[in-house]
């Protein structure tokens, strides 16, 4: 019975990092495909001054705080990996 709860568990959990790459991915595509319909507003309407620039790093911000909390703390050395070692190291110091 454990083993089926467990089975269970980690199932839910691997679904939802690929909900959590999948939902990374499609931002990273509309971000790309709305960049350029922005610069064509910005240069037809106020081509004097660029603010495209400035949607392209928001854009580029959000997509790197993204990035950071599906892969990059992993990527970091930061992970579920390091927690699990930091806890085991700190239960060690206890026993």
Known sequence: MEGITIDYHLNLIAKKQ???IRGFYTHVIASFLILPFIIYINLKIVPQFHFFWLAFGG??????????EVFGFEFLGLGKYWENKKIEEILKNYR
Not at 59 to 67: A, P, Q
């Open 18 to 20: 690929i909900k959590d």
């Open 59 to 68: 854009m580029f911000i959000g997509l790197f705080f993204h990035w950071l």
